[in-house]
RNA sequence: GCGCCCUUAGCUCAGCGGAUAGAGCAGCCGCCUUCUAAGCGGCAGGUCGCAGGUUCGAUUCCUGCAGGGCGCGCCA
């Protein structure tokens, strides 16, 4: 249970019973941990917030509150502090039966209802089937994986959507890459410099034109008059070879994410929206609507690109929904632009009955965010809402030196790359280190130190060494004692010590954390909540070095090591529980 | 020129309209015969970029300004 909004309704029900005035505005009334502990385990602000709508003073209102929460038997103190605030200190036995709901829920601790079962997209990676993906791509992966498996866990029915950019000039740059590597593969004699279209140069297409010639021998070539190989007309090769390498380049994205074990559960095909005329079909929506014209945009100021020149394009009218300026949906050559067919995408994945989706793109992207905002909000009426997770450039670096990252000079780190050398956990975890627009500094020598330093192995420590110590204790005890639900039902009073009851509190915040997470959309905070536990922890452990009477294993008290027990295997669900959801393995040993 | 993001301790960063703003690193002082010292405790360190506004209350919301990043009509 959100142990918050568990007492939010009571603080509510008793303001019900104070008859105030009729018609109070409840919606701010908060209650949530005092910023400082020092203050008790809960406050609220509903005294302060409620007082002038009441014509009451603050303090006045506050006491009467507090003298009905003082009868909640679980309310051991409702003090009034500060201006206003009311501050409810819990019974410890208050604090046991969380723990014990630890146990018994077990991994599933912290599962929210928020979701109500609604239902949410989820779009992230969406990177250009052109080539290997870079460290950039994996931010936004990891960020939309765990965005994802957070709103599950909130009670939403997530769906993981990859929109594949299957359509327009860059797969057919692509696909005449590989096209000469094809030719190469023939054994055709045929050079860079005088093939203009080799564009994506990297060796990742040379595999793919031995393919291309193990499926195809030289049908898709022809022999010119000297009987040498050439190129044959763009018409009779684009096709296949321009399909079968987007196939390659997604095998291969596939294969990346699957190192990160990320996998989506639909992959949404730009080419097959366009070519089913969804297109068309939204655009109509919206030009029935009065929302598309034929207009000239002004040039942006300042900067004059050198080859404008002013003419009239095919327009939506995006500055009626808060965009800057409008929006051109047709290019001069009279196909759509890349945000015609992104409309009728999202216009797809609203009637497919997503209300909410989330986005995850490169900062890069950011002048695109309120366009397509516009679009959903003139497509579904304001029924459907779209949040765009920007995430800001990442940074490699090694020993503090920056790794310079270049196509040209062959320099280009791949994220393939990355996670071979750090592994998944490590990426993970390190990419939930920072808010999403924050830049990244990503140091391949800090992130595999072993020390508290790195925030991973911190957290991961923390968790096996509460797998230790269970381990160690079935040594000695029998099995049937150290089940979880054994554990729950131990003598849990006995957990008296400060530091034990700090730590417990903290578990107790998890479902919390989970709900509020999930709102603002912000897996990064479950990677601070671990290291906020695992220092909890950590400590704990330590004052068993100072104090041996402190140490979870006892020899002489037995009931007293059966609810320690309990503390240590609730650590261990809540650490896993939350490192399971950031798409990090939990280590049962260091 | 315009838009978006950022600006919090020496450094790297958390911070949900709330009270005396928190971690880690670096610095200083301590803690290992015994559950993993890959750890822990303590000390010190701040005009929350600047100026206004809204509010009982602003690091948090709004406006303006400054500095940094990203982007800016037929690329995706």
């Not at 002038?52 to 006491?63: D, I, S």
């Not at 500060?82 to 018994?104: C, Q, S, V, Y």
């Not at 890349?338 to 609203?350: M, R």
Request: proline letters at 5%; one cysteine or more.
């Amino acid at each position: 249970m959100n142990l918050f909004s568990h007492f939010r309704d009571i603080v509510v029900a008793e303001l019900q019973a104070l008859d105030l005035p009729a018609g109070l505005d409840l919606s701010r009334v908060a209650v949530e941990p005092p910023r400082d502990p020092a203050h008790g385990d809960i406050a609220t602000n509903a005294a302060m917030v409620l007082a002038k709508p009441a014509g009451l003073q603050p303090r006045a209102l506050a006491e009467r509150l507090a003298e009905r929460l003082r009868r909640q038997s679980a309310v051991t103190a409702a003090e009034v502090a500060g201006p206003g605030f009311i501050n409810l200190r819990l019974a410890d036995g208050f604090w046991h039966a969380r723990l014990a709901e630890i146990l018994r829920i077990g991994p599933a601790y912290g599962d929210a209802r928020i979701g109500g079962g609604r239902k949410v997209n989820v779009e992230y990676v969406s990177a250009n089937p052109t080539g290997p993906m870079h460290v950039g791509h994996g931010r936004g992966a990891v960020l939309g994986d765990a965005l994802a498996a957070l709103l599950a866990k909130a009670g939403y029915e997530v769906t993981r959507e990859y929109y594949l950019n299957d359509a327009g000039a860059q797969v057919e740059a692509l696909a005449w890459s590989a096209y000469f590597r094809y030719l190469q593969a023939l054994g055709a004699e045929i050079d860079e410099t005088s093939f203009a279209a080799f564009q994506y140069q990297g060796d990742y297409l040379v595999p793919v034109g031995e393919a291309l010639k193990a499926t195809y021998g030289e049908h898709l070539a022809e022999r010119g008059a000297d009987g040498r190989l050439v190129g044959k007309p763009l018409d009779e090769w684009l096709q296949p070879v321009r399909d079968s390498t987007i196939a390659a380049m997604m095998a291969l994205i596939r294969a990346d994410l699957a190192m990160l074990g990320i996998e989506h559960d639909v992959f949404a095909s730009e080419r097959a929206i366009v070519e089913s005329g969804a297109v068309d079909r939204a655009l109509q929506t919206l030009d029935a609507a009065g929302l598309i014209y034929v207009g000239t945009l002004e040039p942006p100021k300042g900067k004059l690109p050198e080859d404008w020149e002013e003419r009239p394009q095919t327009l939506f009218r995006s500055t009626q929904f808060g965009d800057d300026v409008d929006r051109p949906l047709k290019k001069s050559d009279g196909s759509w632009t890349y945000f015609a067919g992104d409309i009728a995408y999202h216009l797809d994945k609203y009637r497919r009955g997503f209300n909410e989706m989330v986005d995850v793109w490169g900062a890069d992207h950011g002048g695109y965010v309120k366009r397509m905002q516009a679009a959903v909000t003139a497509l579904t009426g304001g029924a459907a809402r779209l949040d765009v997770k920007l995430c800001q450039l990442v940074s490699l670096f090694d020993k503090g030196v920056p790794v310079r990252m270049s196509k040209r000079a062959g320099t280009f780190v791949t994220l393939r790359e990355v996670v071979d050398e750090v592994g998944k956990d490590v990426f993970r975890f390190v990419m939930l280190t920072r808010r999403n627009d924050q830049a990244l500094d990503f140091d391949f020598a800090k992130v595999v130190e072993q020390s508290k330093d790195n925030p991973v192995f911190y957290v991961q420590y923390a968790h096996a060494r509460a797998r230790s110590v269970l381990r160690r204790a079935a040594e000695t005890r029998p099995a049937a004692t150290l089940t979880p639900e054994s554990l729950a039902s131990a003598p849990l009073a006995r957990l008296t010590d400060p530091a034990e009851l700090a730590l417990i509190r903290h578990l107790a915040g998890w479902p919390r954390l989970v709900e509020s997470a999930a709102e603002a959309h912000e897996p990064h905070r479950i990677a601070f909540y671990l290291q906020e536990v695992a220092a909890l922890f950590h400590g704990l452990w330590n004052k068993g070095n100072d104090d041996a009477s402190l140490r979870f294993l006892l020899d002489n008290a037995p009931a007293l090591t059966e609810a320690r027990l309990a503390l240590v295997q609730a650590v261990a669900v809540v650490v896993a529980s939350g490192l399971t959801v950031i798409g990090v393995t939990p280590a049962e040993e260091m």
